[in-house]
């Protein structure tokens, strides 16, 4: 079994937005495949923050529409929220008001498992790798773990 470990970064713009990570991820899967000849097992990607999320699903404007605004009700951004009292943490100057951008991320995952099939994602036709940035903008780190036969 091999196993490779890759760091995708990206710079995010403000507030809530939805990114596509699946071209980055299948080439780094072609990548590993290449190099190792593995064509079956699994790629482990994790977000490397408590603001951001990963998720598979459709990456279609209108959806990604509606889950900008299903997150802001599930979590309002101007909702009173004991995290936000700065006054009564130890945090840094610039430390953000944050509390919502949290909650959401803990709704969602940090990670997601896909099998690697044949030298490819084993993902259905509509099913992309979803990146919520939920506290924008940020320069952020999704991590890829890669492992296969």
Known sequence: MQIVHHTL?????????IYDLTPEIREKVAEFCH????????????SLHT??????????????QDLK??????????GSYRHNDLHLRDVPEDEPINAHSHLM????SNSQVIPLVNGGLGLGQW???LLFELDGPRSRSVSL?????
Not at 35 to 44: E, F, M, R, S, V
Not at 51 to 64: D, S
Not at 69 to 78: D, E, Q, Y
Not at 145 to 149: A, H
Request: overall charge neutral; charged content about 15%.
């Open 35 to 46: 190099q190792t000849g593995a064509q079956n097992g699994q790629i482990l990607v994790s």
């Open 69 to 78: 605004v299903w997150l802001k009700t599930l979590a309002p951004p101007m």
């Open 9 to 17: 970064k990206r710079n995010t713009d403000s507030g809530i937005e």
């Open 51 to 64: 603001t951001t999320a990963l998720a598979v699903n459709e990456y279609e404007v209108r959806l990604l």
């Open 127 to 129: 099913q992309s790798v």
């Open 105 to 108: 991320a803990i709704a969602l």
């Open 145 to 149: 773990q890669i492992w296969g036969v």
